[in-house]
Every structure is written in C-alpha cells, then in structure tokens.
C-alpha cells in the first residue's frame, strides 16, 4: 500500500504565496513522475506541474513563472511553491506520483487552496 499526505492548503489573499507538500510513504520502491494536479468548482482536474525522477519540470501554462515544483527523493516528497496567486488559483490540489516499475500511480486526498481577499 502506498499512502499520500498532502499538507499546505489554506485561505490566502490575492498575491500571496502558499507551498504545498506531499509526503509519500509505504510500499516505495522507486518514484518516476511526481506532481501536482488541482480541481475547480465545476470543473475537470487538471495538471499543474510535475517533475521526473531526473529532474525534468513541466508546468501549465496558466501557472508557469508563478509556481515552482521540487522534490526530495530521500523524503520521497513533493513540493508545490505557489506564488503571486490569483482568485483562479483556487480549487482542490492532488498529489500524484507514478511508480517506476509497473506505472502504478497513486493519489492523495487533496488540499484546499482559496484565494481571496
């Protein structure tokens, strides 16, 4: 079994900033991709970012030099730093991470992110 916690969401005005991490832990026994995806209100869950095991980085276009994706393979976490956010920005954010052998992915519960004044 593989366990997911997100944590970092809250309330925060337009501008602002807010990092969200995601702490994988159980039957690990190599992470490829790691990354975020969040759902609007009425709307398709989408990708934010992820980031490969080598590094590699890929944003949407709607959060590209806003937001910043890292990791921490010995932690076997994911970060999510979120800057100059927008009313837009608001929505449910998931962690996913895609397992190197067999490409099993798996899924957090979400954190809620607001943005507003």
């Known amino acids: 079994q593989v366990q997911l916690v997100e944590s970092g969401g809250g309330l925060v005005q337009p501008g602002g900033s807010l990092r969200l991490s995601c702490a994988a832990s159980?039957?690990?026994?190599?992470?490829?991709?790691m990354g975020w995806y969040r759902q609007a209100p009425g709307k398709e869950r989408d990708l934010v970012a992820t980031i490969t095991s080598g590094g590699t980085t890929n944003f949407a276009d709607s959060v590209k030099g806003r937001f910043t994706i890292s990791r921490d393979n010995a932690k076997n976490t994911v970060y999510l730093q979120m800057n100059s956010l927008k009313p837009e920005d608001t929505a449910v954010y998931y962690c996913?991470?895609?397992?190197?052998?067999?490409?099993?992915?798996?899924w957090g519960k979400g954190t809620l992110v607001t943005v507003s004044s």
């Open positions: 996913k991470i895609r397992m190197l052998y067999g490409g099993m992915d798996y």
């Open positions: 159980g039957s690990i026994f190599s992470i490829n991709t």
